[in-house]
Nanobody, 119 residues
Framework: VQLVESGGGLVQAGGSLRLSCAAS????????MAWYRQAPGKQRELVAR???????NYADSVKGRFTISRDNAKNTVYLQMNSLKPEDTAVYYC??????????????WGQGTQVTVSS
């Protein structure tokens, strides 16, 4: 299973970006999908998570600004980021809990995409 992210880049404070993460490979079903981020010198942190039933959870720092969604037909998760702040600068990673067969679920990570917000 591979997760391929896209959509990162450089944006001014107050701007928007949309990240995408597409899963491919031997997939029976995908359970939760999530976005994490890691800024230089900091630990990786959960940004947003969406369950298979589309229940969402957000870090307090992004509530009201970021929206996570998924397209199950495309095995893709999105992160719409609005009102970006310099402190949102980080490498953003996609994570998915993938059932490769009915009775086996593994956690997979994307390669990361850089988001840089200038002040």
């Amino acid at each position: 299973v591979q997760l391929v992210e896209s959509g990162g880049g450089l944006v001014q404070a107050g701007g928007s970006l949309r990240l995408s993460c597409a899963a491919s490979g031997s997939i029976f079903s995908i359970n939760a999908m999530a976005w994490y981020r890691q800024a230089p010198g900091k630990q990786r942190e959960l940004v947003a998570r969406i369950s298979s039933g589309e229940t969402t959870n957000y870090a307090d720092s992004v509530k009201g600004r970021f929206t996570i969604s998924r397209d199950n037909a495309k095995n893709t998760v999105y992160l719409q980021m609005n009102s970006l702040k310099p402190e949102d600068t980080a490498v953003y990673y996609c994570n998915a809990l993938v059932a490769v067969i009915l009775t086996r679920t593994n956690s997979y990570w994307g390669q990361g995409t850089q988001v840089t917000v200038s002040s």
